[in-house]
């Protein structure tokens, strides 16, 4: 599946093309898509299938996936990729450190009755590397461009 995350000015964009041609795009306005990033990284590295990409690549929609009615019936894979995320973009904004990171994720999927997957400093050093990676690429990008990544 092709994601493109498109630059523009007030309002980006994110826009998913899936291996049949079918498309789901979403308004992400002002705001950086730091956490769209974070979501490709974690599902990416951790081979997450049921995760945020995982459930449009089989064929939900954006949308779908922002209705709190539909959230709540989503497996644990689900959320276990959002909390992999989450924590990833606090990692990246400075809220945690890379020795914290584990623990993090331990204990708030812990709180949920969901198993994390095994991670040792050297995968949470990857993971942040890719998601700096992407955010100077986004950084770097001029107006009216997209950064294009293969889910």
């Known amino acids: ?40 990284v974690v599902e990416s590295y951790f081979g997450l299938k049921q995760g ?4 449009i ?9 922002s209705n709190k ?9 689900s959320w276990l990729a959002e909390v992999l995320a989450r924590n990833l973009q606090a990692l990246g904004s400075g809220s945690s450190t890379i020795e914290e990171f584990i623990s ?7 709180t949920m009755s969901i198993q994390p997957p095994e ?6 050093k990857k993971i942040k590397s890719s998601f700096d990676e992407l955010c100077t690429q986004w950084e770097k990008l001029s107006d009216q461009n997209r950064l294009s990544l293969m889910f």
């Open 69 to 77: 009615e539909i959230i709540k019936t989503l497996g644990k894979e």
């Open 52 to 55: 945020f990409y995982g459930m």
């Open 119 to 124: 991670m040792k400093l050297s995968d949470v």
């Open 1 to 40: 599946m092709e994601i493109h995350i498109i630059k523009n000015n007030r309002r980006n964009v994110l826009s998913c093309v899936r291996e049949d041609g079918s498309t789901t795009s979403t308004d992400l306005g002002p705001d950086l898509p730091n956490h769209d990033m974070a979501h490709f």
């Open 57 to 65: 690549k089989s064929g939900m929609t954006i949308e779908e996936l």
């Open 104 to 110: 993090l994720v331990a204990w708030e999927t812990n």
